[in-house]
């Protein structure tokens, strides 16, 4: 049977930190960060289903937000001013990115790859599938932002700005429902989110 390097890969994950060109009061892993996309965008689906008729499975859309960052271990994290700085920049990295995902995949044994592929390949993914998991994916760079503000952490002022005006632009009512039911408890400390 032939070895395969894929869950080294994806155990290698916790190594790559997010916000390189930020100071962090807290580092980030794109293993943590992962989690909590998971987490969110599952949130996400149920508050579509029942609030808003949706129609999401949410046990999918959790391991969708599990694996949207997993290419960075090939790739690393790119910042974001760099990444989206224009256009081209923006369609060469997705070019990178879409050869990093079939290169992971690749490492699977075969009988494995169209298990996978649904899962991490942005072109076979749903388009209101993926939708959901970026909201996911943005609201918790939004929240970092307010952990880090809270922290006393001025670096994340135009971050915050700046996900702020994207989370708006791309609003659904299920981030509306999100952030207004849990999004403050981000800027509170240990105390005041135990105090029930």
Request: glycine share 0%; aromatic share 14%; proline share 7%.
């Given at each position: 049977m032939k070895q395969s390097h894929f869950f080294a890969h994806l155990a290698r994950m916790k190594l790559i930190y997010r916000w390189p060109l930020m100071r962090s009061v807290a580092p980030e892993n794109i293993s943590e960060h992962s989690l909590q996309v998971a987490f969110v965008a599952h949130a996400l689906a149920l508050i579509e289903n029942k609030k808003f008729e949706g129609n999401f499975s949410p046990e999918r859309i959790a391991l969708l937000g599990m694996f949207h960052d997993c290419t960075e271990v090939l790739t690393g994290d790119l910042p974001t001013p760099i990444k989206y700085y224009n256009p081209e920049i923006a369609n060469e990295y997705k070019k990178i990115e879409k050869i990093a995902q079939g290169k992971l995949i690749s490492m699977l044994p075969q009988e494995f790859h169209e298990d996978y592929r649904p899962l991490m390949d942005c072109?076979?993914?749903d388009k209101n599938e993926y939708r959901l998991v970026k909201q996911a994916d943005?609201?918790?760079a939004y929240l970092k932002c307010l952990e880090e503000l809270s922290a006393g952490n001025h670096e994340f002022e135009q971050?915050?700005?700046r996900l702020e005006n994207l989370l708006e632009q791309n609003a659904t009512l299920a981030?509306?429902?999100f952030l207004q039911t849990f999004g403050d408890s981000?800027?509170?400390t240990l105390d005041e989110i135990s105090d029930d």
């Open positions: 072109s076979v993914i943005n609201i918790c971050p915050k700005r981030t509306h429902y981000f800027e509170l």
